[in-house]
C-alpha cells in the first residue's frame, strides 16, 4: 500500500495582506493529482491546516472541494483530512457524512467516542489495507479538565500524560483490529502538535500550539506500534525520527521559507519496514529575501534582473551608512522588470526612531496574534502566564471568526421563525379581507331578509284580501241557490 503525506496547505493565505496565494495553491493541488496518478496512491493523508483561518473565503472553500472531487480521478480511493490548529472543527466536519460517501474521512476535532479516530483503509474488495490512528489537533478541553489549585508543573504533567493515553487508547483499538484481521497489516498515526526535533523558520506564521504550558512535547508520546506518524505544523519537513516526520508546507508561507525545498513524503509499505521516498514540490512562485547594504543589494538585484522571471522581492537595507531615499532607489532599480517588491526596510532608519522595546516589524506585516504575542512580550507576562494567555486569546478568537454550531443553529432557527412571522402576517391580512368579505355579504343577506320580510307581509295581505274574496263568494252563490 502507498500513502502520500501532505500537510499545512492554508488555503487563503496572504502574503504581508498585499498577495494572494490563490494560484500557488491551485497550481500545486493540480501538481498534487499528477503526483498522486503517477505513484498509484491509495491513500491521501493530509495533516491539519488545511485553511489558514476558521472562518475560509469562498473562493477557498471551492479549491478545496473541487480538489476532492477530483482526487478520485487520479486512482486514490481513500482520503482523511484532519483538522489543525488553524481550523474549525466544526466547519470541516460540517460535511462530513457527505465525504464519507466517497471515501473521504474527515476528523476536525478530537471524538468523544474515541474509536470514530481509528479507521480502517480497504480496497476494492475489502480487505485491509491499514489502520489509521486519524488524531487532529489536540485542544486542552478535549483531553483533560480544569483541577483547582493545580500547579504550573503538575498541570503540564498532567497533559502530557493525557496526551501520550490518548495516542496509546487508539493504537490498542487499532493493534486489536490488526490482530483480528490475522494479517500484518500496517498502523500510520497522524497529529498536529509541536513535537521536539520540528523546524520552524522566522516569518513562517507558525502559531503557538501550546496545550497547557507545554510547548512541545517529546516523540515518546507515539506508541512503537506505528509504523509510520504523519506529522503537521511546522512547514519546514524534518524528521523526528525514520518513522516520524513532519512534510511541511507546500509553498512558503513567509520570506524566512524563501530557499526552503518544499515536500510531500510517499511511504510504500512492504513485507518488511516502510520506504519513504521524499517528492520535491517544484516552486509556482519564487520568493526572494535580499539583505545587507547598498552595494550587497545592487549585486543580487542584478542577478535576479539577468533571470527575467517572476520575483516576490523582500529587501532590508542593513548598512550603516544613512540612505534617505531608499524607497525611490528601490522602485528604479526594479522599474520595468518582473520583480515585485512586497517588504521594504531600512533597519538603520528604524533603529534611530525607534526603541529597544519596540518591534521592527511594521504593523501590517503582523497578524493578530503576533500582535497579541508583542503585547505580551511589551508587558514583561512571564512564560507560563503568556502560554495561559494565548490560549484564551486563540479560543475567543476562534469564536469570533467562526460562530459555534448552536449559534449558527440559533441564526438559523431565528431566520426561519422571521420566514414564519411574514407568513403569517400575510395570513392574518387575507384572514381580514375574508371578514370585510363575509361581513358585506352578512349585511346584504339581512338586507335580503328584510325584503323577503316584506314580501311575505303583502303576501298575507293578498291572502286575506283573497279569504275575504272567497267569503263573499260564497255567501252570493248561497243567496242565489235560495233565490232559485
Not at 493540480?30 to 495533516?47: D, F, G, P, Y
Not at 470541516?92 to 457524512?97: I, Q
Not at 489495507?129 to 489537533?137: G, N, Q, S
Not at 518591534?359 to 501590517?364: E, K, M, P
Amino acid at each position: 500500500m502507498k500513502l502520500l503525506h501532505t500537510s499545512d496547505w492554508h488555503l487563503g493565505r496572504t502574503l504581508y495582506s498585499k498577495k494572494e496565494r490563490q494560484n500557488e495553491h491551485a497550481a500545486f493541488l493540480t501538481w498534487l493529482l499528477q503526483t498522486i496518478k503517477e505513484n498509484a496512491v491509495n491513500l491521501l493523508l493530509i495533516a491539519g491546516d488545511i485553511f489558514d483561518t476558521p472562518s475560509p473565503s469562498s473562493a477557498s472553500q471551492k479549491t478545496y472541494y473541487d480538489f476532492l472531487l477530483k482526487v478520485r480521478n487520479s486512482g486514490c480511493k481513500n482520503v482523511i483530512v484532519i483538522g489543525g490548529n488553524h481550523d474549525s472543527p466544526s466547519f470541516l466536519n460540517a460535511p462530513k457524512e457527505i465525504l464519507a460517501a466517497m471515501n473521504i474521512t474527515v476528523v476536525g476535532n478530537a471524538s468523544e467516542n474515541i474509536e470514530e479516530e481509528v479507521i480502517s483503509i480497504k480496497n476494492e474488495n475489502g480487505e485491509t489495507l491499514a489502520i489509521v490512528c486519524a488524531v487532529p489537533f489536540l485542544r486542552e478541553r478535549d483531553i483533560s479538565r480544569y483541577i483547582e489549585n493545580e500547579t504550573c508543573a503538575d498541570r503540564s504533567q498532567r497533559i502530557a500524560g493525557n496526551i501520550k493515553s490518548h495516542y496509546a487508547a487508539v493504537a490498542g483499538i487499532a493493534e486489536k483490529r490488526r490482530q483480528e484481521s490475522g494479517k500484518n497489516i500496517p498502523l500510520i498515526a497522524t497529529g498536529h502538535l509541536s513535537v521536539a526535533g520540528g523546524k520552524t523558520a522566522g516569518d513562517d506564521g507558525v502559531r503557538e500550539t501550546c496545550i497547557g504550558n507545554i510547548e512541545c512535547i517529546g516523540s515518546e508520546i507515539f506508541p512503537e506500534t506505528f509504523d509510520y506518524v504523519a506529522l503537521g505544523h511546522y512547514h519546514i519537513p524534518s524528521v523526528i525520527r525514520e518513522n516520524i516526520r513532519y512534510c511541511g508546507s507546500p509553498i512558503p508561507m513567509g520570506f524566512g521559507e524563501a530557499e526552503q525545498l518544499k515536500s510531500v513524503y510517499l511511504v510504500d509499505f512492504g513485507e518488511k519496514k516502510p520506504e519513504i521516498t521524499t517528492i520535491e514540490i517544484p516552486v509556482f512562485q519564487k520568493l526572494k529575501s535580499i539583505r545587507g547594504d547598498k552595494t550587497c543589494m545592487e549585486e543580487h538585484l542584478s542577478k535576479l534582473k539577468k533571470q527575467d522571471i517572476p520575483v516576490w522581492l523582500e529587501v532590508i537595507y542593513e548598512g550603516n551608512d544613512v540612505f534617505p531615499d531608499f524607497t525611490a532607489w528601490a522602485a528604479e532599480q526594479t522599474a520595468n522588470t518582473q520583480i515585485e517588491i512586497l517588504k521594504l526596510q531600512n533597519r538603520q532608519y528604524l533603529t534611530e526612531v525607534l526603541t529597544s522595546g519596540d518591534s521592527l516589524q511594521l504593523l501590517d506585516e503582523l497578524d493578530i496574534f503576533d500582535v497579541f504575542d508583542k503585547l505580551l512580550d511589551k508587558n514583561t507576562v512571564s512564560g507560563g502566564q503568556q502560554v495561559t494567555y494565548k490560549e484564551l486569546y486563540n479560543e475567543i478568537v476562534m469564536k469570533i471568526q467562526m460562530p459555534e454550531p448552536d449559534i449558527l443553529a440559533l441564526k438559523e432557527s431565528n431566520g426561519g421563525l422571521k420566514e414564519s412571522n411574514e407568513r403569517l402576517k400575510e395570513s392574518n391580512e387575507r384572514l381580514k379581507e375574508s371578514n370585510e368579505g363575509l361581513k358585506e355579504s352578512n349585511e346584504r343577506l339581512k338586507e335580503s331578509n328584510e325584503g323577503l320580510k316584506e314580501s311575505n307581509e303583502r303576501l298575507k295581505e293578498s291572502n286575506e284580501g283573497l279569504k275575504e274574496s272567497d267569503e263573499m263568494f260564497l255567501v252570493t252563490n248561497h243567496l242565489s241557490i235560495r233565490n232559485s
